[in-house]
């Protein structure tokens, strides 16, 4: 993919989530079969924080992600990052709400090209954005940079059911039901269409697992959620031995 052909998509996308961010909580639900925050439960167990532990939430949306693990660190500092303002915006009332705002820092930013140090968070987590990015390789192998030795790079993302009948059903209902849903809730019919389009050259879960393992990430772990519909992704950062 030249440079020249990932401008528009990520201008597009960039249009997409400027223009849904009251409605992307909703849509959540719509487009998880109100899962997501099952899988978001099963992703902190999974993570296993520590109080003070560090992170960065990429494409970090509306917070949910950012906050919770905000919550299960207690006093470490978070970072969420998004290049979407009208997201992040949504994501800030949510931050003030709970008094967080001195426990989490919210940056405009590009995930492709992060604005931090080498080694300098415990985890980097990514939720239903790594689809979105014109080169996920490029974002994954940022994320690994900016984490620590030992630290944890976290994908959560909608993945390719691969048992029928559900596989079959899902996709009726991504092509055919979904934009129509969209229609109804968010006005934005042609703005859902790309969903689909976006996962349908998205890796499945075996093919991402082996694209973190290329990053160098080490002890990568997929596991398949909601009959595949969705996939947690972690792998670690090597300890340098001097």
Known sequence: MGSGETK?????????????????????????????????KFTMKKMNMSKGDTGLDLCCGTCDWTLAMAEASETGHMHGLDFSSNMLEVGQTKI??????????????????????????????????????????????????????????????????????FKGIYYFYFEKVLPNLAKVFAKSFEQYKWL????????????????????GLQQVQAYPLTGGIAALHIGTKENQHV
């Open 96 to 165: 003030n709400a709970v008094q967080r705002q001195k426990q989490i820092t919210l940056t405009q930013g590009n995930a492709m090209s992060l604005p931090f140090e080498d080694n300098s968070f415990d985890y980097v987590t990514i939720g239903f954005g790594l689809r979105n990015v014109p080169d996920l390789r490029q974002v994954l192998s940022e994320m690994q940079r900016v984490v620590k030795p030992g630290g944890m790079v976290v994908c959560l993302e909608l993945s390719k059911p691969t048992w029928q009948p």
């Open 196 to 215: 689909p389009d976006s996962l349908a050259i998205f890796p499945g879960r075996k093919e991402l697992a082996d694209i973190f393992a290329e990053t």
């Open 8 to 40: 528009p998509k990520e201008e597009y996308v960039h249009s997409v989530f400027q223009s849904i961010a009251g409605k992307y909580d909703v849509m959540n639900d719509i487009l998880s079969f109100r899962r997501h925050k099952a899988w978001r």
